[in-house]
């Protein structure tokens, strides 16, 4: 990737200004540059110079690392904080710039003056090098090199004990169980268990399936307080929770419940869920729409740093995936939600509220959800929305509700009917950032009391003027909206009055196959294919962001790489 120098962080990083707009500098072989101080004293007012302090990387998970950067001063916001990394002494990598946090409050939380951002796409158990350049007009430079790793997949132990369980013996060798062993479950029925055992970072303790068998476990199962244990391959008709757990891993599992289905309702540490089919109780029609609605069960829930939750299938819930809200929200933080496959999610397909700082909702499929996904609110953010595809969404594709603060939108492609990017509140959200999405509206209505606009392509009625959003692509019944206080009746009007200067105008020709937004949200939609087409409005118009690979002259507008394959959603 083409990599930032100082001169063009001034222009192009983490500020109010069109942060990533700019193309970067690269050395002569491609690589990225390294940044310098610039000479000279402060010329800056006392107050708008930055002193820096400390970082920390808290909480990295398998492929992401979280940076914080705390700072005083920088009053105006104009500071920038570039980045490039590398593993094991090799090349220099572009990061995109770290955001600019300034000191904040919401619902009763608060929040410091600093930096905040992401290095995202890593390999897991890799440590790396991450050179951070602070640079402020006003005064106050420094580079800084930290280094940080990620975390590993979790596995068994090499050459882990195997040992065979039977539902006769399960009692048996499950209280004898130590560090390291493998209890591998026969085929069969067994009773939901509570399991009062603890592995190691090195030597886990695994439960899981025989290979090929069909093990079924009729009852919940509770791991509360267990730290470092790997549940496989079992077939759960109940709930599987774990409350004040740490390095737990839920892989391949299938859960059918009435409730909720992966729950961990107080802190937990670095956990990990991948590859599980959760199917829950709440059926996909109007009655069931909303947080009052008729609807039950989180399919996951989490709160507490560090959890990676990827590649599963949830469907039929209240939230499809949640943290927690309100007071229980402790420390939410370095949590990636990537690539899971979640339908008829009657309230939130992903519910990432109360978020402190990089909750990154990475590559998920949403299909039937009455809101795509929650921010409310984000606690000074980042809160990263990146490369999504949302398909009958029916009110909202981003809830930023309750005075959220400082959400980040990327490469998203949302179709729906009604108003096609609508945030329907008068609670003043504040600090956006977005770039390079696709919103296709279609035909309004009113479904359980909520009336999803007429087909507009923006209604953002409660922004706040510092929302930044700009090189999206819109199309709906009329291209008419509001953003603030600012209405616009064209495209036209939409570039001269806003920050949309590169907006472009689109219809369900601009993908490849055009989808056909339903007459009604119900009964369910199969989720299309919305990929870009080839020569349309969404090729080649987006903005460089540093940082996030594309092809071409310049990135498409949307989810998808025009000729890129569609991603494994879902279990693997």
Known sequence: MRAVVIALLLMSACGDDHHGDMPQDASPD?????????????????????????TTTPSPT????????????????????????????????????????PAGAAEGFTWTNRFAGSVFDLDPATAYDIELALLDPDGGCEIRTITAATRGIPAAMAGAPVK????????NVTNGAVAGDILELGAGTYPGFTFAKDGTP??????????????????????????????QGLSVTGKIKFNDAKRLAIIKNTVTTTEDGIVSLTRSEDLYIADNTIAGATIWNEPALGA???NVGDGVVVTGPGHVIEHNRVHNFRDCISTIEDAGAIDQFSIDIAYNDLSECADDGIEADFCFHDCR???????????????????GGPTWFIRNAMFNVILSPFKLQRGSVG????????????????????????RQYFRNNLFLGGPGGTYNTYDIGTGKVISLDAADPSIDIDY?????????????????????ELHAMTTEKHAVEITAAAFAMPPTIPASPFPSQPPPDLRPAAGGPAIDTGVVLPGFDYAGAAPDLGAFEAGAPVPAYGPR
């Open 407 to 430: 959400d980040v939108g990327f490469h998203n492609t949302i179709v729906k009917r009604g108003d096609a990017f609508g945030i329907f509140t008068t609670d003043v959200f504040s």
């Open 164 to 171: 065979p369980v039977t539902p006769g013996t399960f009692t």
């Open 292 to 294: 009052s609605g008729n």
């Open 62 to 101: 398998i492929r992401n690392l979280t940076i914080e950067w705390a700072i005083t001063g920088d009053a105006n916001t104009n500071a920038t904080v570039g980045v490039r990394y590398r593993s094991n002494g090799g090349d220099w990598h572009q990061g995109y710039p770290l955001r600019r946090i």
């Open 361 to 379: 909702v990475v590559g998920n499929r949403l299909t039937n959800v009455f809101m795509g996904i929650s921010s409310q609110p984000g606690l």
């Open 202 to 231: 090195t030597a886990p303790i695994v439960i899981r399936a025989a290979s090929g068998a069909a093990v079924a476990i009729t009852g919940d199962v509770r791991l509360d307080g267990r730290h470092d244990v790997i549940l």
């Open 472 to 492: 999206d692509g819109y199309g709906g019944t009329s291209f008419s909206g509001r953003i603030g206080a600012t209405r616009f009746a064209n495209i036209a």
């Open 30 to 54: 491609g690589a990225p540059s390294p940044p310098e101080c610039p000479a000279g004293p402060a010329t800056g007012a006392p107050a708008d110079q930055t002193t820096p302090g400390a």
